[in-house]
């Protein structure tokens, strides 16, 4: 298989930029979608069942994920992720007001902001993946550059949309800034069986 960067940013080509390693909290999303394949475990199902072994496995961290709780990590750890030369910085905010830091979610509002003002000093831009849309409203304060899907991306169809959806002053808000934001509406296409879900993101 040929490399994909001498296939890409050229004439006839889509432009990309990669971000190597994504930024969460330890065992934050998206940690298993790395270890269940790095641990020839493909089927997402069967994650969950795995759960105990694929938490202490940890093949591709400071590979595919880096682990950042605090201060002390960020700073013993940038180094390594600058040499992985990643085009742009991928952190990721789980309801961040409410499960910043916490296991399955991604990083604290404290751990993201010192993240994004490591970044900026070095020149790079964050893209975060964000649950909901006070993560959005959340990442905006903090100065990211960009989002990599919709608050609500990931919904199973069930229960109230609310805490997913943007208001006209978001909107206003991301255009006033000019900030990027990638859709990432390939759940609802794939869950064909899921009309609400499809119905949801037809609305946004």
Request: hydrophobic residues 40%; glycine residues 10%.
């Amino acid at each position: 298989m040929q490399p994909l960067p001498p296939l890409l940013n050229k004439a006839g080509a889509p432009d990309a930029v990669f971000s190597n390693g994504v930024i969460t909290c330890t065992l934050g999303h998206p940690f298993l979608e790395y270890e269940g394949p790095a641990n020839k475990i493909k089927n997402p199902s069967l994650w969950g069942e795995k759960y105990a072994e694929l938490k202490t496995s940890q093949k591709m961290l400071g590979n595919g994920y880096w682990f950042i709780d605090n201060k002390v990590a960020l700073e013993a750890n940038w180094d390594k992720i600058k040499m992985q030369n990643p085009g742009v910085i991928s952190i990721y905010l789980m309801d961040m007001q409410n499960n910043g830091g916490k296991e399955g979610k991604g990083l604290s509002a404290e751990v993201a902001k010192l993240v994004v003002k490591k970044a900026h000093k070095s020149g790079l831009r964050v893209f975060a993946n964000v649950e909901t849309a006070d993560d959005l409203r959340l990442g905006l304060k903090l100065g990211v550059d960009g989002f990599a899907n919709l608050p609500g991306h990931n919904w199973d169809g069930l229960g109230d949309t609310k805490k997913f959806e943007l208001t006209a002053a978001d909107i206003k808000t991301l255009v006033k800034k000019k900030t990027p934001l990638v859709l990432l509406l390939s759940h609802g296409q794939a869950a064909a069986n899921r009309a609400a879900v499809q119905e949801f993101h037809k609305k946004r």
